[in-house]
């Protein structure tokens, strides 16, 4: 009668394996530093003028959206406000993680499935290496780098996009919105925007990690498991956004 | 097991690989269905059977990387069913695996590709220095002595198993698995894969199992030997090959080949003379 519910626990369970294995070869010898040097880069690098310009264009957006709630009320001096509380504790970490997952969760998941398809983690396996420590363990660490470094940088550069509407549009003095913008800013929410953004990174490299390793069926496979990737991950982001958001709402000293 | 002779019980003192009544389920699929044999020292061994009868599967449970359900595999002696990877690498360090689309690293060049298992294997593990000009000296005896600083993706197909039974053998490992080196091969390319195998196996007299769905390939290797001095095969009669015949998970005929010709098992002799 619950035989409905065999694959999804049987998933969740290889899903910590695959955790657990990738955690534990932290602490094991040999250590692919090389790999995780080129992941830093393909992840990191490769990945700053989409999440670049996601930053941009969001705080851009905000600030058009808020100058005119807030122009009511005579308040567009705290749009700076406005904008950098949302892009650091909410809307940097996610939507960054969002595209960092769509460019390498995605790539992650057709990269290692092509290995898996093409018999290369057999062969890695049969040559002495374990695929965990040599394929995941790397992207893994790469990613927890990363993200929360690509978090920081979107969420600077959507304060520079809000700044560019609030000028332009709003006629706010440089001054105004840039002191507003610091001022709005505790350590908690400097915490918050570095703690999401480093549980996500797990959940990007891991999710991409899982489905490209469980790969079957050919090329087919693999875009069955780079679309599953990608969903997954995103919605684990989202679902993620709110608990996160919850224990800091609770644990907030306001 | 029509004229089977496979040894099941306890192995002899050069048995090199033996089954006992492995079983393999993939879900609820089974693989290989209560398969027994035994290769010792310095034999080789071709395993004929038509696609999904479980050949790769057979070369795969040999060395531990798909899960036995029942029944034990022994390699060099040990019983290597369903160890921990880990205790695995240092059995496999003395197994030598040419897989069926070469599973060449992508990423890596030919050089990298063949000196990964000198680098990485725990038990192997050389000095780059020497695994240098062991990688240099192992492309040459495959002939892709040019190909070092080239990717799997610049070379052909003949060429990329070329290269990957370079992998397989640059660690001189007493035991070599072929998983069918010659499938998608044109019939010249296909020729040389197997000259490979037989220079191979000669020249540092190897325990080989050959799999494939060709019966001329095995019947190539079976009946020539590879001469050092002229650099070329011969004819030779004084053969320590045997033949399997795998069906749908099972080994259906385990023999010589005047047995296998002589079998009175229709898939055998309708297999033999299809791919004659």
């Known amino acids: 009668m619950l035989d409905f519910l065999k694959a999804p626990v049987i998933a969740i369970q290889e899903f910590y394996v695959l955790f657990g294995s990738a955690m534990r070869n932290l602490f094991r010898k040999p250590h692919y530093w090389d790999d995780v040097l080129i992941q830093m880069d393909t ?21 058009l959206q808020m100058g005119k709630a807030l122009q009511q009320y005579g308040q567009t001096g705290k749009t700076g406000q406005v904008v950098s509380i949302i892009l650091v504790r909410e809307l940097g970490p996610a939507l960054t993680a969002l595209m960092v997952s769509g460019r390498n969760a995605s790539g992650i998941a057709s990269e290692l499935g092509s290995m898996k398809v093409t018999e290369q983690i057999d062969a890695m396996r049969a040559l002495g290496t374990d695929p965990i420590q040599k394929l995941v ?3 893994m660490i790469a990613t927890a780098a990363m993200l929360p470094a690509l978090t920081v940088i979107a969420d600077l550069i959507g304060m520079f996009g809000g700044f560019i509407v609030a000028y332009y549009i709003y006629a706010l003095q440089p001054r105004e919105y840039w002191s ?30 899982y489905y490209g390793l469980r790969t079957t069926g050919g090329t087919q496979g693999v875009g069955r498991s780079t679309t599953q990737a990608v969903v997954t991950s995103g919605v684990l982001i989202f679902v993620l956004t709110f608990f996160i958001t919850k224990f800091f709402v609770y644990s907030s000293p306001q | 097991m029509a004229g089977g002779n496979g040894t099941g019980g306890n192995g002899t003192r050069d048995s090199i690989l ?30 004929l059977g038509a696609a999904g009868s479980g050949k790769s599967v057979l070369l795969k449970a040999a060395i531990g990387l798909v899960p036995v ?25 003395k197994v030598g695996m040419a897989f069926q689309e070469s599973a060449l690293f992508d990423s890596m060049t030919i050089a990298q590709n063949v000196a990964y298992p000198l680098l990485n294997q725990p038990s192997i593990a050389v000095k780059p220095d020497e695994a240098r000009s062991k990688v240099k000296q192992t492309l040459e ?29 640059v660690t001189k490992p007493p035991l070599l698995l072929y998983d069918s080196p010659t499938a998608g091969l044109d019939p010249i390319t296909a020729h040389t894969i197997i000259e490979l195998i037989i220079k191979e196996r000669d020249t540092d007299n190897t325990t080989t199992l050959v799999v494939t769905h060709r019966y001329q390939d095995g019947s190539l290797v079976a009946n020539f030997r590879y001469n050092s001095q002229s650099g070329s095969l011969e004819p030779f009669s004084e ?38």
């Open chain 1, 43 to 63: 992840i990191g690098v490769g990945s700053l003028w989409i999440t670049s310009m996601t930053g941009f264009f969001s705080g851009a957006v905000m600030a």
């Open chain 2, 18 to 47: 033996r089954f006992e009544h492995v079983t393999v389920r993939f879900d609820q699929e089974t693989a290989l269905d209560d398969v027994s044999f035994e290769v010792r020292r310095g034999e080789t061994r071709i395993i």
């Open chain 2, 239 to 276: 053969t320590s090959t045997r033949f399997m015949v795998m069906r749908e998970g099972k080994l259906i005929f385990e023999g010589s080949q005047d047995e296998l010709e002589a079998s009175p098992d229709s898939y055998v002799q309708k297999f033999v003379k299809h791919t004659n």
């Open chain 2, 69 to 93: 359900a029942s029944g034990q595999v022994f390699l060099f002696d040990q019983p290597a069913a369903n160890l921990p990877e880990k205790e695995m690498y240092a059995i496999r360090g």
């Open chain 1, 137 to 139: 363990t790397p992207r």
């Open chain 2, 141 to 169: 005896f495959v002939e892709l002595g040019e190909t070092l600083t080239k990717f799997p993706s610049e070379l052909s197909g003949g060429m990329r198993r070329r290269a990957a039974i370079a992998r397989a053998v």
């Open chain 1, 180 to 209: 507003t913008t610091w001022k709005a800013l505790d350590w908690h929410d400097v915490a918050e925007g570095l703690v999401k953004p480093f549980i996500f990174s797990f959940v990007v490299s891991l999710v991409g990690c």
